[in-house]
Every structure is written in structure tokens, then in C-alpha cells.
């Protein structure tokens, strides 16, 4: 079983930056693709970005691609989403999490473990 558990939400003024992060408590969080998502009020929640268990393959969501950077330490079995230049569209609860599959996938099926979440919001 692994935990996952974020933190670095906050809010920020329009054009501000985020950093977030997500612990895991297994070492073998290495071995497992990993990925944020964000839910809206009243949206669906959809994928931000990703990164393979190598590290070796990141992906973005459009709407984000140029702005945020997802990364790994893995000595601190943990995965950050930094967000630059944030927008008020950005604003959401962002959930990391991790997949057994070790590939990045945008399917939220694909993710064996889920964090609790963390709310960002940006301020226009």
C-alpha cells in the first residue's frame, strides 16, 4: 500500500508560482509512474502532467505545457509539480498519483494510489 500525501497549495496572485509536492511512505515509489491531476468546482478532473517510473518521459496537458515541470527526488520519494506563470483557470484541487503500469498515462484508471489533494488558487 502507498500513501501519498501533498503539500505547497496556497494561494497566489495571477502570474505567481507554485511548488508542489507529493510523499510517498514506500521506497518503491520509484517503480511507479507518476502524475498530477486537478479537479475544478463542477468540472471533471483531468490530468496535468506525468512522468514514467524512469523519469526518462514526461507529459503535459496543453494547458499547461511551458508553464509547469513535474519532478522526482528520488532519495526523498517524492514527485513536485512546479507551476509558473499561474493563471485563474489554474485553480483547483490538484492530486498526485501513482501508477503501477510505469508508464504515463492521462487515464485516472491507469493511477493505483491517489493523495488527498491540495488546493491551489490563483487570483486574478
Known amino acids: 500500500q502507498v500513501q501519498l500525501v501533498e503539500s505547497g497549495g496556497g494561494l497566489v496572485q495571477a502570474g505567481g508560482s507554485l511548488r508542489l509536492s507529493c510523499a510517498a511512505s514506500v521506497r518503491t515509489f520509484s517503480t511507479y509512474a507518476k502524475a498530477w491531476f486537478r479537479q475544478a468546482p463542477g468540472e471533471e478532473r483531468e490530468f496535468v502532467a506525468g512522468i514514467s517510473w524512469t523519469g526518462g518521459r514526461t507529459d503535459y496537458a496543453d494547458s499547461v505545457k511551458g508553464r509547469f515541470t513535474i519532478s522526482r527526488d528520488l532519495a526523498k520519494n517524492t514527485v513536485y509539480l512546479q507551476m509558473n506563470s499561474l493563471k485563474p483557470e489554474d485553480t483547483a484541487v490538484y492530486y498526485c498519483?501513482?501508477?503501477?503500469?510505469?508508464?504515463?498515462?492521462?487515464?485516472?484508471?491507469?493511477?493505483?494510489?491517489w493523495g488527498q489533494g491540495t488546493q491551489v488558487t490563483v487570483s486574478s
Open positions: 498519483a501513482a501508477s503501477g503500469l510505469r508508464l504515463v498515462s492521462r487515464t485516472q484508471r491507469d493511477y493505483d494510489y
